[in-house]
């Protein structure tokens, strides 16, 4: 009997001791850790409970609040109905694969094969899970930022592999420092996951860095993902590629996203383009994993790729949102500026109030502004201690943006901040 055995109750089903290392063994379901996310439903229950007539202030929700396009909901209308979308997609159909080639021309001059360097995925989140299957053996290293988007790095753990951390700080612009990653990591490296504009910090990356991930990827030898999830939400210029890059398309592949630029979470598209050998990969893991989105969806979704027009809109609507929030927060002690993208806002968490709290993280001060004040937000102490502000509230004018923005100035000034 393995050691895992012993630790079951006679409360537990047979097979208790059966569940795999990866997700926690014989301890699975056992674990008594109660995860950000569940922390911050308890205090929302808690402060509705003790406050049922004050509204909350949601910032915490990083969703879009809008439903897709009209002209995008037609198609998936028309489409639905037609018999020849009935069956299984498998790797995905041409027209989508063609429209994100003419996506990736029009908006960032990349020219892509769609018959090899393009495929669809099922939203973007299962192409993190997928892409450590192609290249992560046990014992190999997938380089991830931190704060970020964890999949991948989970996926990398299931494989066996290891996740090494590299922070994102104020002081580098949240970009990281790759000189600081040992060489014997550097040996063990398959997989370099970035992401931007980045999630939560809110960075933009710049081409001088990309040049200095491709010159590197080729010298240690590592693959490079880029997830550009909120790529279309960019506000310091024009968004940038990785696979603009000269270079870059020999070293790794970009994961784009219908979720957040188009107001389509729910469709669940994506696409994963750049070298052709990692895109086939992809696809073959892909293939045994899944049978393809929806005909109708992906038909849908093309249409949507075809019209700047809808992203161009969506940047704009929380663009605006955005710099209303900066000038809010700036106003309540708050140092920020408008991030180079992403709906996020991330701000510098505060130490304590004028009247004697103190926080050791921001997880504290995230439960303090949802208990105390109806304001809700996300902490991160991953890298320093920050308070992810979402501008995807609900609010379906900018009157009503207006008047949200004065209650949360309104809610800030009574809760004394300090930093
Ligand atoms: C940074 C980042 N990457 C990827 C995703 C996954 O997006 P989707 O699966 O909806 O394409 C998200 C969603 O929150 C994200 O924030």
């Known amino acids: 009997m393995s050691t895992a055995a012993s630790e079951t109750t006679n409360t537990d089903p047979y ?21 950000k996310f569940e922390k911050i439903k308890r205090a929302k229950r808690k402060a509705m409970a003790e406050h049922p007539d004050r509204k909350l202030l949601d910032f915490g929700i990083g969703e879009n609040d809008c439903m897709a396009d009209p002209s995008v909901r037609k198609v998936m209308n028309e489409e639905v109905n037609k018999p020849e979308n009935r069956g299984y997609a498998d790797n ?12 990736m021309q029009r908006r960032f001059g990349v020219t892509l094969d769609p018959a090899t360097q393009i495929n669809h995925s099922i939203g973007s989140k299962p192409a993190y899970a997928m892409l450590p299957a192609c290249f992560i053996n046990p014992g190999d ?36 420092d790759m000189d600081a990653v040992p ?42 993902v880029q997830d550009a999830a909120h790529m279309l939400l960019t506000f310091d210029g024009k968004p940038l590629s990785f696979l603009q890059t000269p270079g870059a398309m020999d ?21 994963v383009c750049g070298h052709e050998r990692i895109v086939s990969a992809f696809a073959d893991v892909k293939d045994n994993s899944d049978s393809g989105q929806f005909m109708a969806t992906q038909k849908a979704a ?25 000038a809010t927060l700036n106003e309540c002690g708050f140092e920020c500026q408008l991030p180079g993208g992403t709906y996020f806002l991330y701000a ?17 001060a995230t439960r303090h502004l949802i208990e105390q004040f109806g304001i809700v937000t996300v902490p991160w102490d991953d890298a320093g201690s920050f308070l992810r502000f ?5 609010a379906d004018t900018e009157a009503d943006e207006d008047a949200l923005m004065q209650e949360t100035k309104n809610r800030l000034g009574d809760a004394g901040l300090v930093w």
Do not use: C
Request: without cysteine.
């Open 348 to 364: 510098q968490s505060p130490s304590g109030t004028k009247s004697g709290a103190s926080f050791a993280k921001a997880e504290d």
């Open 141 to 176: 290293v997938t380089l991830m930022t931190v704060p970020g988007y964890p999949v991948a790095g989970t996926h990398t753990r299931y494989y066996g592999g290891e996740v090494f951390r590299l922070p994102l700080l104020a002081e580098n612009k949240f970009l990281p």
């Open 92 to 103: 995905g159909i041409m027209e989508y694969k063609q429209a994100a080639a003419r996506f």
């Open 15 to 35: 097979f208790q001791s059966l569940f795999a290392d990866r997700i926690g063994g014989a301890n699975y379901g056992k674990d008594n850790e109660i995860y």
């Open 251 to 271: 070293v790794g592949v970009e994961v784009h996203s219908m979720s957040k630029g188009y107001d389509m979470i729910g469709w669940r598209m994506g696409f």
């Open 390 to 394: 979402s501008v995807t509230y609900v």
């Open 183 to 224: 060489e014997d990591i550097y040996r063990r490296t398959k997989m370099l996951v970035l992401n931007y504009p980045n999630s939560p910090t809110g960075a933009t990356a710049t081409q001088a860095f990309y040049e200095k991930v491709v010159a590197l990827a080729k010298e240690k030898q590592f693959v490079v």
């Open 302 to 326: 093309a249409a949507a790729l075809d019209n700047d027009a809808i992203p161009d809109r969506i940047n704009a609507k929380y663009r605006r949102r955005l710099e209303k929030l900066v």
